[in-house]
């Protein structure tokens, strides 16, 4: 089936940094979708993009749909420490009935 | 006024029982999910309903078994317990795939 990957793994930054994590499939994905999971919730979606080249931003967060339509990232500005977490991408299928969700990238903030 | 809401939020039980979990949603949405989340925090579909009738099933073991009395609920009964269905099992709903709202997960352990 598809399957998505998502790097860094994990990423402990310094309050105020800027931070990138992307997302990359060996297929084709027509939707992305990134959410974010804070400890102990379920996942709650930041945002979605429906269009290759497509770039989307909500608040702090960027997240653009690589032309390819086989990637995608996000980007935080100024992070803070509320947005520790993990964030993940998904991808919905061919069917358009499901989505796949890439393994997560920890995100860990120092004050 | 919780969206989605999941019943209990921990859950110990030991290997060869069986055990319900319950899923309810308030946002009148058509399509209800579960999902499994294992301790590398790797999200997967288990099951999809939309209006009672089951639309996915991603090669679960026929231990667990979803039921749908109405739209509003989705439950998941899993029988002869295992070590390995230790894990966070998250429900969801949505009325289209892109917009999904997570329940907040009921930790399973299994001794």
């Known amino acids: 089936g598809q399957q998505l990957n998502q790097s860094p793994q994990s990423m402990f930054i310094q309050e105020g940094e800027d931070v990138s994590m992307n997302c990359t499939s060996s297929s084709i994905f027509n939707t992305w979708l990134w959410y974010k999971q804070d400890p102990g919730e379920g996942p709650v979606l930041l945002i979605a993009l429906y269009k290759a080249g497509e770039l989307t931003s909500n608040g702090r967060l960027t997240a653009q749909f690589g032309i390819t339509r086989k990637d995608s990232f996000l980007n935080i500005s100024a992070s803070i420490p509320s947005d520790v977490g993990i964030y993940f991408c998904a991808g919905i299928n061919n069917a358009g009935n499901m989505l796949t969700f890439g393994g997560g990238t920890r995100l860990m903030v120092k004050p | 006024d919780t969206a989605v809401s999941q019943t209990p939020k921990y859950l110990v039980t030991q290997m060869g029982n069986d055990k319900s979990i319950k899923c309810e949603q308030n946002l009148g949405h058509d399509t209800m999910y579960w999902y499994k989340q294992d301790s590398k925090k790797f999200l997967k579909i288990m099951f999809s309903y939309n209006n009672k009738e089951l639309i996915i099933n991603e090669t679960v073991p026929n231990r667990f078994s979803p039921k749908s009395p109405d739209k509003a609920h989705l439950n998941l009964h899993i029988n002869s317990l295992e070590l390995g269905d230790s894990a966070v099992y998250f429900c969801?709903?949505?009325?289209?795939?892109?917009?999904?709202?997570f329940g907040p997960g009921t930790r399973l352990t299994v001794l």
């Open positions: 969801a709903s949505s009325q289209e795939v892109n917009t999904q709202y």
